[in-house]
């Protein structure tokens, strides 16, 4: 195993993160090679490792003054041995290579633990959207995809929404993909409501999250009632974790941003979860401006992992809860850490929260929510019809049910009771490994 990994290292030096992705779950997944020669035989770990196709491209664009930029466009097909690629684009400067194979790898365990036909990928550009008008955000939507277009298709690769690629930008994609295929069909998903979106689809990452931290807290006699819970982002996961925690029960004490974050002792609800919906998906305003708006303490340059609580949520970004912060966390006795962004909490931290006795769910089993009623928005766009609310928000939360119990059994399997990242990797790799098995040497 070890060679495989150092096979890795050696052909693609640079991509860190990518390595750690690829670690933890070979870390995960040993036993199950040991046992069963037949993967070994067929090489998948090494094929599961390297994805079946990259595509990079360039994206121009005019600014509304008229200068022209250039940002750089990725889609990585991971695997496709479930269904056709399936996963995020995300418009954010830090992304590499590295960090798009790494997400498009999470996502192909990812979605295989919903029991859905979906394959898996990830892609995007270095394009900053904060900042740029609806127009130049239009402009680059458009030259993006007029290079994308010819990769995907709803039988082929269904990309959908991700850090910095939102309803807005979900539309212009769209819009150009129809405009150059000449085809109205589920090519993506997140789409409107009135033009072939699915219901819930806004909410499920954060619902699902909800009804994950619900089940986990239960198989330990508790319950989301009167838990405090301190979360990181502020966006559309953010803001539906917390309509869902308020739902059951809990109350969620801070928000925050890349500049700070919001104590708010008395928990967000009410007028003050509906400014916090509208503040970035509408406004585009930083989190700060919550604090203003309510007299709230905004601590500048802090992450919110010092402020007790009972629960941590990171819903931002990678690597953003580091061992430093689980170590506050512990101290103030955090009991669970459950993750609604891909892959926030570091390494090092994650093995802190597991050596001190947090539970701790990864984000492939904890945010699957979202790319479910993906999947179920793609069945429904297959059907030519909708789905009530009622009957999505019903099937997310028998597919969060099912994971957390697969993650359970595997993890059982395995010898490593109660662990949710061993339970979450060897579930994913089962399902994708004898895919390929299945399917002959592709
Ligand atoms: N970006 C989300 C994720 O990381 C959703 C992907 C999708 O719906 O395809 O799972």
């Known amino acids: 195993m070890a060679n495989i990994l150092k096979a890795i290292k050696d052909k693609d030096p640079g991509e860190k993160e990518f390595h750690q992705a690829v670690q933890e779950v070979i870390d995960s997944v040993q036993p199950i090679l040991d046992r069963n020669p ?66 498009a790898f999470e996502q192909t365990f990812k979605n295989a633990l919903t029991s859905l036909p979906l394959g898996g990928g990830k892609g995007g550009s270095d394009f900053q959207p904060r900042g740029k008008s609806d127009a130049e955000v239009m402009r680059f939507c458009q030259s993006f995809m007029s290079e994308l277009f010819r990769y995907i298709g709803p039988d082929i690769d269904v990309p959908a929404g991700d850090v910095g690629v939102g309803a807005r930008e979900i539309g212009y994609l769209f819009g150009q993909y129809k405009r150059l295929c000449k085809e109205f069909s589920g090519v993506l998903t997140g789409k409107g409501i009135n033009w072939g979106g699915s219901l819930v689809r806004r909410e499920a990452t954060g619902y699902g999250v909800g009804y994950f931290l619900a089940e986990v807290l239960s198989q330990h006699g508790q319950s989301i009632e009167g838990k405090t819970i301190a979360i990181s982002g502020y966006g559309n996961v953010g803001t539906y974790v917390v ?177 949710y990242v061993v339970g979450a990797n060897v579930a994913g790799f089962l399902k994708v490994a004898d895919a390929m098995l299945q399917q002959g040497l592709v």
């Open 38 to 103: 037949e993967y070994r035989q067929a090489a998948i770990l090494e094929r599961i490792t390297e994805p079946e196709r990259v595509i990079m491209f360039r994206v121009p664009w005019v600014d509304d003054q008229g200068q022209a930029h250039l940002n750089r466009g990725y889609r990585v097909q991971m695997n496709s041995a479930l269904g056709p690629y399936k996963g995020g684009l995300r418009f954010h400067p830090s992304v590499s290579l590295s960090i798009f194979k790494s997400l």
């Open 243 to 419: 309509e869902k925690i308020n739902e059951l029960g809990g109350k969620v004490v801070t928000i925050a941003d890349e500049y700070g974050y919001v104590c708010d002792p008395d928990g967000i609800k009410g007028e003050k979860l509906e400014c916090m919906a509208d503040l970035w998906c509408v406004y585009r305003k930083s989190a700060e401006d919550y604090a203003t708006q309510f007299g709230c303490e905004w601590i500048k340059d802090k992450r919110p992992w010092e402020v007790p609580c009972d629960v941590a949520i990171p819903t931002a970004m990678e690597n953003e809860l580091d061992l430093n912060a689980a170590k506050t966390l512990v101290s103030n006795g955090c009991m669970a850490v459950v993750e609604a962004a891909n892959m926030p909490c570091t390494h090092d931290a994650v093995q802190y929260f597991h050596e001190h006795g947090v539970l701790f769910v990864p984000g492939k089993a904890a945010n699957a929510g979202g790319v479910a009623v993906s999947g179920l928005e793609m069945t429904q766009n297959s059907m030519r019809l909708s789905w009530t609310r009622e009957e999505v928000d019903k099937r997310l939360k028998m597919i969060m049910g099912n994971i957390h119990r697969t993650c359970l059994e595997a993890a059982e399997m395995v010898g490593a009771p109660g662990n």
